[in-house]
């Protein structure tokens, strides 16, 4: 069993930053990549960023070059750097970890992004 604790969130205005963290706990799992996702109001859950045990990261065209992901393999845990926020890059923010048996999302953490 994992326990996903997720933090950062808030509400910043139009060209902002806010960080956000997630630490996994628990016994039992091995985790191959971690990341975000996000879902905003009326629409489906998608990626913003993952990244790998070996430091090898993905991230969604609209956030490159404005969020940057970051890990901690030795504390199982996962930041996102997100600078020069748009009002469209508010959404629910859920940390995601993934390996051989592992699947696991936190409960998410709002970001608001508005004047």
């Known amino acids: 069993q994992v326990q996903l604790e997720e933090s950062g969130g808030g509400v910043v205005q139009p060209g902002g930053s806010l960080r956000l963290s997630c630490a996994a706990s628990?016994?039992?799992?091995?985790?191959?990549?971690m990341g975000w996702y996000r879902r905003a109001p009326g629409e489906q859950r998608e990626l913003v960023a993952t990244?790998?045990?070996?430091?090898?990261?993905n991230y969604a065209d609209s956030v490159k070059g404005r969020f940057t992901i970051s890990r901690d393999n030795a504390k199982n845990t996962v930041w996102l750097q997100m600078n020069s926020l748009k009002p469209e890059d508010t959404a629910v923010y859920y940390c995601?970890?993934?390996?051989?048996?592992?699947?696991?999302w936190g409960k998410g953490t709002l970001v608001t992004v508005s004047a």
């Open positions: 995601n970890v993934f390996g051989p048996g592992t699947d696991y």
């Open positions: 628990g016994s039992g799992f091995s985790i191959y990549r």
């Open positions: 990244i790998t045990t070996g430091g090898r990261a």
